[in-house]
């Protein structure tokens, strides 16, 4: 029992291996000399790296006769167990963290069970023996400043362009007045200038290039015109805020004026005249009642006349006595 049972672990094993290689004919780079008797696919053509600020990209052609559906594994080594980019596509964009370093790239094709030579290419970015390893085109802001132009260059992954060239980069400033063929240049060594003592009013035109000590293969940017400003005048400046003073200052008084008169902002003390404020003693006049007297009418002539005799005097008494108590008033 124990003899059948190794028996069958053994074979497991053997069959794991064999597919283990298998699979790693078909799907990973393999260009050692063991794997040359199954190379029957026939090997990628033009093989190239084409790298525009460090985005690079490897292309190929399939080689005459490859079939349909084949798979292209990108490895970057002779016998890379696990390839870097597997892909049924003719082009790959690589990601090279280290610019500086020399990578060397293999690629083969593989359909089922069939592999291809491998292909391989050096490549190292930094180099200015690369033809293709590009830098630019730059893209700048242009405004005017009165006699002179500013200028505010940026690159496309500029961060890693600064990193990896550092002070050997630097910026070349093409220039010209519109209309004119020949152009002026100015190097700097700064992504921000001014181009000064220009002529006011003016449209100039401006393209940049970058500089590279060690890598000739920058790209210079598009022409872009723009004019210097004209300096401004003042004295419309100064008429408005003589003018927006004084209708300030009118305003202002108008309004203190109206706020004194009507008592609101402070209260006017008024004095009246001394005749006016003398202490004088108030008179009260009560009237006295009058009692009427009854009057009685006789038909008798002679009682008549007896009785008006005595009325008669004392209606006058009173009247003496109104005419007393007037004149004492």
């Known amino acids: 029992m124990k003899h059948f049972l190794l028996t ?22 393999s260009c050692t000399q063991e794997s040359k008797a199954l190379r029957t696919l026939p090997a990628p053509v033009n093989v190239t790296i084409t790298s525009l600020n460090f985005q690079s990209v490897l292309r190929w052609i399939p080689g005459p006769g490859t079939p349909s559906g084949t798979i292209y594994s990108i490895c970057n080594s002779e016998d890379n167990i696990k390839p870097k980019h597997q892909t049924n596509t003719t082009n790959q964009k690589l990601d090279l963290k280290y610019p500086k370093e020399r990578a060397i790239l293999y690629v ?24 293709a390893a590009r830098i630019g085109p730059p893209t700048f802001s242009l405004d005017g400043c009165g006699s002179c132009l500013v200028i505010n260059i940026t690159l496309p992954e500029m961060r890693t362009i600064k990193d990896v060239y550092g002070s050997t980069l630097s910026f070349s400033i093409f220039w010209k007045k519109a209309g004119e063929t020949q152009f002026q240049e100015t190097l700097i060594t700064h992504s921000s200038y001014v181009l000064e003592n220009l002529k006011v009013g003016v449209e100039y035109c401006v393209k940049v290039q970058p500089k590279i000590t060690t890598n000739k293969n920058t790209m210079i940017s598009e022409l872009k015109c723009a004019h210097t400003s004209v300096k401004p005048n003042r004295v419309p400046a100064v008429v408005a805020w003589v003018s927006v003073l004084i209708v300030s200052g009118v305003g202002l008084t108008v309004l203190m004026f109206g706020l004194f008169y009507t008592g609101f902002l402070c209260k006017l003390k008024t004095h009246l005249p001394r005749a006016l404020t003398a202490l004088v003693e108030g008179y009260f006049v009560n009237p006295e009642r009058i009692v009427p007297d009854l009057v009685s009418i006789s038909s008798e002539p002679e009682e008549q006349g007896k009785t008006l005799g005595p009325k008669t005097h004392h209606n006058r008494e009173n009247t003496n006595q109104e005419g007393e108590e007037e004149e004492e008033e």
């Open 8 to 29: 069958i672990y053994l074979m497991l094993q053997c069959f794991y291996v064999c597919c283990s290689h298998m699979l790693q004919d078909v799907h990973h780079c």
């Open 108 to 131: 083969q094709a593989s359909h089922k069970r069939l592999v291809s030579p491998c292909v391989n290419i050096n490549f190292t970015p930094f180099t200015k023996s690369t033809s």
